[in-house]
């Protein structure tokens, strides 16, 4: 019910989540241009008031507080910024909750398992193509 697409760039996700009647999608975007993409996106699709769009530096919006828990997270963004984003992503995610990492080489994989591992966040599910990989992590 509660949907966040960080790291949202386009919104395609965001967009794609809010057509499924999720009754609240949030598209966050380190990004400024991103974001204003985002919008310009939500109004094209006829989404205003299903998606908001908000520019965030991982989950330090007020807004993005304000909305956890979130029952799913979508993040499409590089290792990296996955890792350090692990403490913040599994206080956000709602118990049960799904969090969607893809954007991701094969041979990252293991070490971000592992990082969320010791938060709480296990892995579900892992579909790898060629040489990406998505994770599908649940919370405890």
């Known amino acids: 019910e509660n949907v966040l697409d960080l790291g949202c760039g386009t919104a ?3 967009m794609a989540a809010a057509r499924m009647d999720v009754a609240s999608v949030t598209a966050s975007d380190i990004d400024p241009v991103a974001v204003e993409v985002a919008s310009v996106n939500v109004v094209a699709n006829d989404l205003v008031g299903r998606v908001d769009c908000v520019e965030s530096i991982g989950f330090d919006a007020p807004v993005l507080a304000q909305a956890a828990p ?24 709602a118990p049960g909750g799904i969090a969607i990492l893809s954007g991701l080489l094969v041979e990252q994989a293991d070490d971000i398992v592992a990082v969320y591992k010791t938060q709480g966040v296990t892995l579900v599910e892992r579909e790898d ?3 990406w990989t998505a994770l599908t992590l649940s919370s405890a």
């Open 129 to 131: 193509l060629g040489e």
């Open 12 to 14: 395609v996700l965001a």
């Open 70 to 93: 979130f029952d799913l997270i979508f993040a499409n963004i590089l290792k990296g910024p996955l890792i350090d984003l692990a403490p913040a992503m599994a206080a956000h995610l």
